[in-house]
């Protein structure tokens, strides 16, 4: 039977708890014994009873906790050959010829180290008499797989790395906060957040929260006299009408000679300089506090289901590898690629590289850089003498998603800085057709990209018989050369319509672009919408306080969620609250499923456990309602357990947007606008719709939609979250063996 070891390392990240429950009970799923290794490398180091065996109910109600719960150090030992060669002893001793790490790239560095040197180990601790030939011969080889926990986003080898969601979560809700304080009494503050080398949390975090100025380690101010260019810009925007100012800080921001700005140096200089009152808010250890997010549990649980899976596969010994993600497909680098690369943008920017450190950083970083750097403007630039001026018109359409307003915003700004018109109509379609058109400016949309619902106003109608000639009118009266529209399915059939009115409507003969927001996430072409991950972290707060309240009971939940017919939050949801079981449209339910799942928890609760939860998409089945299915188990749990059943309903829909939803709006929206843009100089009017698929942007001809969508079902023909469907499965109940 293979052993394997699991620990968390380092600086603590939210979400490590869900990696190590995902690695543990995929382990034992897949045959295999699996250890908890306590305080990091310092257990590895000490052994005895910090190295133990872990059970599957070890993990259990540990998906919602913050921290890790097997505990995490900084070890000075391990970083001698001394002390790995006690690690090996004790790796030895103890079978464990495996390991998942989940650490940062200082954990994930030792790692290497004790990789490499395994073999040399093994042999001193043969001569030494410290463990036996055939015990050395048989763990001849060790294996490794690391998982990136670190809440900075800094290293190479995945997308995004455990922590980093939550940690923007907890920026975001303190710049909001701010915000409201800093405008009630027109107070700049600065708010320091961390990364020493790494600017990826600043930098979306400006983003998110819309913050006046940002300052990052890897790209310093590109003139000498960066304060006067800042404050000439805030007093500007004073006296503009901005009432609160914020400027983020990384911790690591330096300028372009390698000194630091510090937020103390950045809060004199606007002191002095604008003789404004100004406040510092150092976030330190709140980034790396509270319950993990939706987003930060899913991630961790499919990578540490990954690391197993990996570890399990190598059929021929193997050099270690980081488990990562792009877009929402799991990745393998090797490990010591991705350190070298980690390595090569630190060193660019110390040795003042910045170029070379941006171009590191990848595409999007560099993107979402120059997005910021335009929405901090105070005023658009002027348009160029000469250039066409675009008359572009922005909606929204469909139910309300957290993050229209931020989308909205940025395609406002940033079309009206490339010198173009915007319109916003008001109502959706209905406002179209009725020519609810008003011009929107740079100001109109402060405040915007932490507001939640829709300011432009949303619903569901789809035009139809004299609507498009109004619609055409409309288009006529407002000389629009092309449309966003920010919203859900009911949009995209309305796009879809107008463009088949094109024969009788010449004025339809624009192109279009459709921006997927909507909290189903059930729309083609996009992996993800706008929305749905607001919507998830409101579903999962509010199953955490639900488990909470039945801490002494015997009691089963019956959560439903929304989602019309796509089962997309409920099984995100699932995977993220530790549900037993869920049911979603696309998977069915049959009154065998029903009876198998009744006395699965019967059996389960007779045995000792106190709580089930199952979730349950709105749509499910039309005759096994939340209500029927509630009644059922409480008739057939008899004296087991109670059932109750909630509906979670609206709060879903609510709240201020995710950062995750911010980030996504703004990218979206500054690709619609490009696009559109293109498409009218070209001369073009093809409609398109945009999404990201496998980890970039990418726009879809409206045309192939009907191919792509079930338009029975209104949700997409492929949805890629269904293969996690077994890993929920797995998670869900406990091995057989
Ligand atoms: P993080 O993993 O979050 O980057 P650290 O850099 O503090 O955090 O590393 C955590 C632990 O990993 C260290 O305390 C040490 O035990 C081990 N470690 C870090 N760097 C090395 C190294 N160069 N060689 C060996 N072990 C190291």
Redesign the pocket.
């Known amino acids: 039977m293979k052993r394997i070891g699991v620990l968390t390392?380092?600086?603590d990240a939210q979400g490590m708890n869900a990696a190590v429950r995902a690695v543990v009970r995929m382990a034992l799923n897949q045959n295999m014994a699996v250890y908890a290794i306590y305080e990091?490398?310092q257990g590895m180091v000490n052994g005895g009873d910090q190295i133990r065996p872990f059970t599957w109910t070890d993990v259990g109600g540990i998906l919602q906790q913050g921290g890790t719960v097997i505990g995490t150090?900084?070890?000075?030992e391990?970083?001698e050959r001394s002390g790995r060669l006690k690690a090996a002893r004790n790796l030895l001793l103890n079978g464990i010829d495996s390991l998942v790490i989940i650490?940062?790239?200082?954990?994930?560095?030792?790692a290497n180290?004790l990789y490499e040197e395994w073999p040399g180990l093994l042999e001193e601790l043969v001569a030494t008499g410290q463990i036996a030939p055939d015990v050395a011969a048989k763990h001849a080889h060790l294996q490794i797989a690391g998982i990136i926990g670190?809440i900075d986003n800094d290293m190479y080898g995945s997308d995004v790395t455990t922590g980093s969601d939550t940690a923007l979560h907890r920026i975001v809700e303190a710049t909001d906060a701010i915000s409201s304080t800093a405008a009630s009494h027109q107070r700049i503050f600065v708010v320091e957040v961390m990364g020493r080398r790494c600017g990826y949390l600043a930098l979306m975090g400006a983003m998110a929260g819309g913050a006046d100025w940002v300052f990052i380690p890897e790209n310093p101010p590109d003139i000498d006299d960066w304060e006067e260019k800042m404050c000439k810009v805030l007093h500007l925007g004073r006296e503009a009408g901005r009432r609160d100012i914020i400027v983020v800080v990384a911790e690591g921001a330096q300028d372009r000679y390698g000194q630091p700005i510090t937020s103390e140096r950045v809060k004199h200089v606007l002191e002095d300089r604008l003789g404004e009152e100004t406040r510092i808010t150092v976030l330190g250890h709140v980034q790396r506090g509270g319950a993990p997010s939706a987003f930060d549990r899913n991630l961790s649980t499919l990578l540490g289901a990954a690391a197993v899976e990996h570890l399990l596969a190598a059929t021929e010994p193997e050099k270690p590898f980081v488990i990562g993600i792009r877009g929402n497909k799991i990745t393998r680098t090797p490990l010591d690629e991705a350190l070298a690369k980690t390595q090569a943008v630190a060193q660019a920017s110390q040795e003042q590289h910045y170029a070379e450190a941006m171009r590191l950083r990848g595409n999007s970083f560099n993107e979402s850089f120059q997005i910021v750097r335009t929405m901090v403007r105070v005023l658009p630039h002027p348009p160029t003498p000469g250039q066409r001026r675009l008359r572009l018109a922005v909606l929204n359409a469909g139910g309300p998603a957290p993050g229209m307003n931020t989308a909205v915003r940025t395609a406002v700004r940033l079309a009206t800085d490339k010198g173009h018109i915007m319109l916003g109509v008001q109502n959706g379609f209905r406002g179209l057709l009725k020519g609810d058109i008003r011009e929107m400016d740079w100001m109109s949309v402060s405040g915007w990209a932490s507001r939640g619902g829709a300011e432009l106003g949303t619903n569901r109608l789809v035009p139809e018989g004299s609507d498009f000639y109004a619609i055409a009118r409309s288009l006529e009266e407002h000389k629009i050369d092309g449309l966003i529209m920010i919203g859900g399915w009911s949009g995209y059939e309305s796009v879809l319509q107008m463009m088949a009115q094109r024969a009788t409507f010449p004025a339809n003969n624009i192109p279009m672009v459709c921006v997927p927001a909507s909290i189903n996430n059930n729309l083609p072409g996009a992996e993800l919408s706008i929305g749905a991950d607001t919507a998830l972290n409101n579903i999962v707060q509010a199953v955490d306080k639900i488990k909470q309240s039945a801490v002494a009971s015997r009691r089963v939940f019956v959560v439903e969620v929304m989602g019309h017919n796509c089962g997309y939050l409920a099984l995100m949801s699932a995977l993220a609250t530790g549900a037993e079981r869920v049911y979603t449209n696309e998977e069915g339910i049959t009154t065998q499923n029903l009876l198998e799942d009744v006395h699965e928890l019967s059996e389960g609760f007779s045995k000792g456990k106190r709580l089930g939860l199952v979730i349950r998409s709105e749509n499910a089945n039309p005759i096994y309602t939340t209500s029927f299915i509630s009644a059922l188990y409480e008739e057939e749990g008899g004296d087991l357990f109670d059932v109750r059943e909630a509906i979670l309903g609206h709060l879903q829909q609510g709240g201020d947007p995710s950062p995750f939803d911010r980030i996504l709006a703004t990218r979206l929206a500054s690709h619609a606008v490009n696009h559109l843009e293109g498409l009218i100089e070209a001369g073009e009017t093809t409609c398109a719709c945009l999404g990201q698929v496998g980890g970039a942007l990418v726009f879809t001809d409206m045309q192939d939609v009907p191919r792509m969508f079930d338009m029975d079902k209104k949700r997409p023909k492929k949805q890629w979250w269904m293969d996690l469907q077994p890993i929920a499965k797995i998670l869900a109940k406990p091995a057989p063996h």
Do not use: E, N, P, V
Not at 73 to 76: D, T, V
Not at 103 to 110: I, Y
């Open positions: 390392s380092g600086g990091g490398y150090a900084r070890c000075a391990f970083r650490g940062g790239d200082g954990s994930l560095t030792g180290y670190s």
